[in-house]
């Protein structure tokens, strides 16, 4: 957790406080923000469809919960979360299928369920080459039109431009009632 931004970490922990149950990291890569997130004493699971970074995960953090899931089935029942943490994976997620995801996201989380996106920013929707896999920077006002279309409420909306890195910018919304 080392390199990750200082506000990311200040966002993540405000945002997870509002969180009364069990929090799902969609995307959870090698486990730093479930284990962070552990750490804070939050109900979380984290979440992958690489099966490697899965065993790194389990590796490094083998006090918290690791399993296979995709971003479009997370492998839990309807309403059963109060939050989804989405940090930097829905940007490997092609634009015409990023409603399957947020979709799901919104099956998964109970009303009033919290929504938290971090992602690329950019000035359109344009895939990059990322170290991982394919991926998509989007305009902030543009991805929270599609998460609005998936049954959220938008609360925030943040970006950061910071030297010799690509822009930053994070949605937390709630699953409407």
Partial sequence: ???AHEADRDLVVRWVRGCQGPVIDAGCGPGQWTDFLRQWGVDVEGVDVVPEFLAEAVA???AATFRLAT???LGVGDRSVSGVLCWY???HTAPE???QALGEFARCLIPGGGLLLGFFEGPKVEPFAHAVTMAYR???DELACHVE???FVVQERHTRSDPGVRPHGALTAVRQL
């Fill in 149 to 151: 279309n998936a049954g």
């Fill in 97 to 99: 299928h990023i409603g």
């Fill in 138 to 140: 989007w305009p902030v």
């Fill in 60 to 62: 490094r953090f083998p």
């Fill in 89 to 91: 994976s829905l940007i």
């Fill in 1 to 3: 957790m080392d390199v």
């Fill in 71 to 73: 971003l479009d089935d």
